[in-house]
């Protein structure tokens, strides 16, 4: 699975941004158990934001970012998106989209649980 993420860049406090994530598999679907967002701010651990699956439509949320950000997908593009609203300074970070390889069962708001990584997308919220 490559991941390609994409839709960051310089937002005032307040606004919103939507992040894509492109998922390119083997065969016509994607087989894990689902899609992750994370972020990493300078000087700071990668820490989780989003993630739905793939099997129920389930989704998962940081507390940070509950009632502000949602997670999304489209299954017949194999991609996720995450719309961001009401953005804080705090925001700030790269963004990182992830998927599984759909083995185990799915812990989907740990970094181990994701086997791969899409490059990530700069999110910039000024005050």
């Known amino acids: 699975v490559q991941l390609q993420a994409s839709g960051g860049g310089l937002v005032q406090a307040g606004g919103s941004l939507r992040l894509s994530c492109a998922a390119t598999?083997?065969?016509?679907?994607?087989?894990?158990?689902?899609m992750g967002w994370f972020r990493q701010a300078p000087g700071k651990e990668r820490e989780f934001v989003a993630a739905?699956?793939?099997?129920?439509?389930?989704?998962y949320y940081a507390d940070s970012v509950k009632g502000r950000f949602t997670i999304s997908r489209d299954n017949a593009k194999i991609a996720m998106y995450l719309q961001m609203n009401s953005l804080k300074p705090e925001d700030t970070a790269v963004y990182f989209c992830?998927?599984?390889?759909?083995?185990?069962?799915?812990?989907?708001?740990?970094?181990?649980?994701?086997?791969?990584w899409g490059q990530g997308t700069q999110v910039t919220v000024s005050s």
């Open positions: 598999v083997r065969g016509r679907s994607y087989s894990g158990w689902g």
């Open positions: 739905i699956s793939w099997v129920d439509d389930k989704t």
């Open positions: 992830a998927a599984d390889n759909g083995m185990g069962k799915p812990d989907y708001t740990t970094r181990s649980h994701y086997n791969y």
